[in-house]
């Protein structure tokens, strides 16, 4: 917790902390001061890590038995499934670890959206997680294909016919995404490859994202700037680590839960069917995480549409820090951005279900009207109302619940400065 | 703001109830009381050899269960024949194997190490014999199916005369359980159709539940180990989050914020 600089004990450990300082960003990573008012919604990044590392490590003992090949994937998985030692408990991991993975990171996503955790001086690490996001779907997606299963092949072949709608280009580029003239063999092993790539750089990411919050230190659930270290804060070790560790044993225990006694509940039963590109199962439908996003894309009648806003939902969010300018970060002191932020999560949560469902009636107009909400919140609700909202007013620190705290960052500075003096 | 986190969680819990239940069957399935069901769930012996019975006496005149070896029947968490009847059943049918040093192929009585043998070479061999319709290959099937278990059970159980207004071309038969109703397999439990060697009186329900069970298990054979292990971590788990959760209060006692 204190301010002058660490000096290891030992005569090797200054030896080697000089030559390369590890035993100083371990001694960082102990000491950073940490709000001392993070709710459970901030045990999410450590969950998240969790996921990461879990699903590497079954899948890189995964790899070792699968048979990336059109005619042999869906056996060597059933193989896996059958005859390896464990093989079942470690596919069952991976399998649901990913729905685990998402559900996580949609918690993630939404808890800093709501307590603005995006906003100056953290735009950079807002942008790096919306990058390990969208590589996340993109390694799921092609993960969900590596079975080989009727839904694997069928969502493979919707997912990459979407690039056919770029004008000119289209039809090139999804035949070289294909390796082929259709969804084959040559497709299923560059996406084991890539699928095996992919985490490692979601890892490397991973790190720039963690460097990048060390370097604002985190944002809270009251969204004041605080000093750091002081009354508002606690050291990272023991304080979060315990509280991390027992969310995440909370969160095992509901992960495990689904490995054990319901471990197909997340799949779609035709991927226990071997693929066939003679039959066209009655609905295809994407992973549960992907829904909000397909059914975004099937609600525009023009496929080039579709595609187009298809990845402009995606893309918005990357420009989130320059939409909201409200200088007010926590939704706490919001109160009109807090209602609009239940209905976004209301709004993907309909997305998601009629992405389930048959793109037609009345499935189709909620569609319809959830995608032109959702972009309606990000690019008309959200710049109007941190003009016009009436914040609440903001504490001067965590620790002291008296009010005074100001909402522009100019003023804070000074306000900081008396502080400190 | 615990009010808000609550909000939060119930909506959470609500995508997660509209995920994992998504579209519920139209037809409500029959649903016997499977003693792998729950969590503790296992299967019984005795069922699952009157299934394989069933299976290889009547399912398996069609369908093939490419998958499984003979060795599985004697494994742990399935019917558990003993090795002799193991090596028996496989035994029993006829592999082709080879080339032998001469260049020819061979057949041989069949070894526990074998796949099931299948009856017909391929797929279309298959599908040609039965009206162009394939008779699906067993090994993983109730998982390949919404419903699992019971849908397979109702399938078997849903044979009726079809009502007076729709029509049936030949070879197809009415099923209230199938999509569209229609179904090209004809009837294939009917009371004694099987004699079950351990003197159980052959129903049709009772043929139904066994070879119902038996290809739950071939589906998913490890079953019975996952429940096992499921069961243990868990309370380890919960063991371990309620001494974190004390230790985090002692800890986090030092300063003047709840956890």
Redesign the interface.
Known sequence: MSDTPYVPSSKFGKWFNDRLPLLTLSAHLQDYPTPKNLNYWWTFGGILTFCLVTQIVTGLVLAMHYVAHADLAFDSIEHIMRDVNYGWLLRYIHSNGASMFFLAVYIHIFRALFYGSYKSPREVIWIIGMLIYILMMATAFMGYVLPWGQMSFWGATVITNLFSAIPFVGEGITTWLWGGYSVDNPTLTRFFSLHYLFPFIILGLVILHIWALHVPGNNNPIGIDIKKPSKDTVPFHPYITIKDLFALLIFIIIFSGFIFFSPNVMGHPDNYIQANPLITPTHIVPEWYLLPFYAILRSVPDKLGGVILLFASIFILLALPWLDKSKVRSAVFRPIYRIFFWVLIIDVLALGYVGAMPAEGLYLLIARVGTAYYFLHFLVILPFLSRVEKTDPLPLSISEPVFGGMPKPAMMKSDKKNKNE | ?SK??L??FL??L??FS???S??AEKVKLLSPDWSFKG?TGKFDRASLQRGYQVYNEVCASCHSMR?LSYR?LGEKGGPEFTEDEVKNIAASFEVTDGPDSQGEMFTRPGRPSDRFVSIYPNVEAAAAANGGAYP?DM??LV????G?ADYIYSVLMGYEDPPANIKLDEGVYYNKYMEGKKIKMSQPLMEGIVTYSDGTNATEEQMAKDVTAFLTWA?E??LE???K???K??IF??I??VL??F??KR??SR???E?
């Open positions: 703001m808000i986190n909000r939060f909506t959470l609500f995508l509209i995920t994992s998504n579209a969590i998958l599985n699906p090994s993983v998982k390949s199916r919404k699992g589906a054979p490890h180990a996952r429940h292990m499921g069961f971590v868990i788990l919960i371990l989050t974190v959760y230790s985090m800890i986090w300063v003047d914020t956890v």
